[in-house]
């Protein structure tokens, strides 16, 4: 009964090669958040859907890409990763704005070599 | 500018001890303040919430005291558990605007 799903749970990547993480969700949410969580970090806001779309924090480096094509998928494009982009990649999803619980997926640990 | 502040960073408690972790918001118009859990390697989980109409809510051995003249929230643990032994992440925000602003993260050990 898993709700957000994110896979791979483990990315291993060479420096300066594109690499996607995707994410599903079962629960029809029109959100969809990117956060990006370092060590001992709290987690960043990276960007987020509601519905198609496209909110961009203003932070947040153009390496970073996002598409939604449906409702259920979201994916997170990092064009050109530098060893500064490991970190655990968390999608998150809420229902209709003003609902305010976001609910995690358990992350995808990206490693950069 | 960070939006929330939380201390302290790391918290070592006895078992059946009581934990206690603090919270400051600069922004009035936040209106929704939730509590969340991290164990390693999992993402945050919504342990409880609270919104500025009540000063207190509880949910079993989870508590949020909430001051809103003082801009403070806390979380309560009683009688903690060494399960509970994870990072706790304070958050807030406000209607209509899809976006969470969290503290820095507390690491609660509970010692058996």
């Known amino acids: 009964d898993a709700m957000v799903i994110q896979n791979p749970r483990y990315q291993v990547t060479q420096f300066g090669k594109p690499v996607t993480l995707s994410c599903s969700q079962t629960?029809?949410?029109?959100?969809m958040y990117w956060y990006q969580q370092k060590s001992s970090q709290a987690p960043k806001l990276l960007f987020h859907y509601y519905d198609k779309d496209f909110n961009n924090e203003a932070d947040t480096p153009d390496n970073f890409q996002s598409r939604r094509p449906n409702t259920s998928f979201c994916f997170l494009d990092i064009r050109s990763p530098g060893l500064g982009d490991a970190a655990m990649y968390l999608c998150?999803?809420?229902?209709?704005?003003?609902?305010?619980?976001?609910?995690f997926g358990p992350g995808t640990r990206l490693t950069v070599t | 500018q960070q939006q929330v502040k939380q201390s302290p960073q790391s918290l070592i408690v006895q078992k059946g001890g009581i934990s206690i972790i603090n919270c400051a918001y600069e922004n009035t118009a936040f209106d929704y303040f939730p509590w969340y859990q991290q164990f390693p390697g999992k993402g945050p989980a919504l342990l409880i919430a609270?919104?500025?109409?009540?000063s207190e809510k509880k949910e079993g051995r989870f508590t949020i005291s909430f001051n809103k003249s003082a801009k403070q929230f806390s979380l309560h643990i009683m009688d903690s558990q060494p399960g509970d032994s994870a990072t706790y992440f304070c958050?807030?925000?406000?209607?209509?605007?899809?976006?969470?602003?969290f503290g820095s993260g507390t690491k609660l050990n509970v010692k058996p």
């Open positions: 609270i919104r500025p109409d009540v």
């Open positions: 629960l029809n949410h029109n959100v």
């Open positions: 998150a999803t809420s229902t209709e704005a003003g609902a305010y619980e976001q609910y």
């Open positions: 958050a807030a925000s406000r209607w209509n605007f899809n976006k969470f602003y």
